[in-house]
């Protein structure tokens, strides 16, 4: 009778933890399957090394691409260069020089990155479907105008990764990771038409508006104001007495010297008199505080502190308003700012619209101007308040096309306006 000779019974291996993503394999190694075929990762008794292992390859495996050797070492991964990149707009944040929704923008596009590319994916192996699939994933959510403004801040993104020395070599995109076309975007701005408001919409917008909104409201009218720019103007701004606001753009620091009509002035004496008292000493000296103390827009972090929210409370003030006077159409706050441009640029002196709203000028003419005189401001100012009141006072020095046409009518209405 032949010996029959008996294999060793086998020994189960349970895992580490229940959640743990390899299998043991009989040959005494962690395995996992991707793509239906079967990788192995580490030795039995070192679960921790092979979980290392599975989490530095398997981004690439499950891409069907071979995993660069162990010795090139983990390099900078997405999620290590979002943290960087989050915290040096963080203390620009903190330093004034970046406004509170342009860090939540930055804030959003390091989260879709990580979210879509892999926290633990290497950037130096990101190739040009990786970006097109993005685009892909972006444009579904997106209109074509946030596609744009979304590439423009991931390419700033990784630009940083080379200035910052993180890579070697630059990030290639690829075609298929452009911005949408100029002829896309004009076609985009038709359908949505014209952010504007008429004359008699900005009058019942400005009879409807409470204390504070009026205000503001007014230096949007009268001073091509923003979002930001309401929420950060300090009162040390205005000379009310004189009638002038000087305050730089947050977005691009260029100096602002605006002359107020008559009707901001009491709006503002009016806003300043009822101010609400502040939550916070920082915000101590601001001329707009919400109810609750607050500033109109900011950044705070959310309860999870997992990342920052953008609060934009004038803009939903502003939207409400509106809903409520049946005023509707692709119009916001920032419209107001529209509608000073283009009624002021009416005036026929497009520097002076462009130094009151804030604009970067990149003409050679530019860097040899020094200034621009007051008459040339209220020009502008005074043309666009006719428009919305109809005609009013001369103001000295101003030689605007309205103002010949008073001086010629002899029409002296209420001084107020």
Not at 162 to 191: M, N, W
Request: aromatic share 8%; with cysteine; glycine share 6%.
């Amino acid at each position: 009778m032949a010996n029959r000779t008996t294999s060793k019974p086998r020994v189960k291996v349970a895992k580490p933890y229940a959640d743990y993503p390899l299998t043991p394999h009989p040959s005494g190694r962690w395995c996992k399957k991707i793509r239906g075929k079967l990788h192995y990762f580490g030795k039995i008794d070192d679960p921790a090394a092979a979980l290392t292992s599975f989490n530095r390859e398997w981004p690439y495996l499950q891409d069907g691409r071979t995993p660069p050797p162990f010795d090139t070492g983990d390099g900078c991964t997405v999620r290590l260069l979002c943290n960087a990149f989050l915290t040096a707009k963080k203390a620009h944040l903190d330093s004034g020089e970046l406004s509170a929704r342009s860090f939540q923008d930055y804030f959003r596009a390091c989260e879709t990155l990580v979210n879509h590319l892999g926290k633990d994916r290497r950037v130096d192996d990101l190739r040009s479907d990786d970006f097109r699939d993005l685009r892909a994933v972006l444009q579904t959510t997106r209109s074509p105008v946030s596609l744009k403004n979304e590439i423009i801040r991931s390419r700033m993104v990784f630009k940083f990764a080379v200035d910052e020395r993180l890579i070697e070599k630059p990030v290639h995109y690829g075609q298929a990771f452009a911005v949408p076309t100029a002829k896309t975007l004009r076609k985009v701005r038709k359908r949505s038409g014209r952010k504007l408001f008429t004359r008699d919409e900005a009058i019942r917008i400005l009879g409807a508006a409470d204390v504070q909104l009026k205000a503001m409201i007014l230096l949007g009218l009268n001073c091509g104001f923003g979002n930001t720019d309401c929420a950060t103007v300090p009162i040390t701004a205005f000379d009310l007495d004189g009638r002038w606001v000087d305050f730089p753009r947050p977005k691009t620091g260029i100096d602002r010297r605006i002359p107020l009509w008559p009707k901001t002035v009491k709006a503002l004496r009016d806003a300043l008199a009822s101010r609400n008292k502040p939550v916070s000493q920082e915000d101590s000296d601001l001329a707009f505080l919400t109810r609750n103390g607050t500033r109109w827009v900011r950044v705070q972090q959310n309860r999870k502190a997992t990342g920052f929210t953008n609060i934009d409370a004038l803009a939903h003030a502003f939207s409400k308003l509106l809903r409520s006077l049946d005023i509707n159409g692709h119009r916001n706050f920032y419209a107001l700012r529209h509608c000073f441009e283009t009624y002021g640029g009416e005036a026929k002196d497009q520097v002076a619209v462009d130094a009151i709203m804030g604009h970067v000028d990149p003409s050679m003419a530019d860097r040899y101007r020094e200034e621009i005189s007051d008459e040339r401001l209220r020009a502008v100012t005074e043309h666009v308040r006719t428009w919305l009141f109809g005609a009013s006072k001369s103001v000295p020095g101003n030689t605007s096309a309205p103002t010949r046409a008073i001086a010629a009518t002899g029409r002296r209405p209420a001084d107020d306006r």
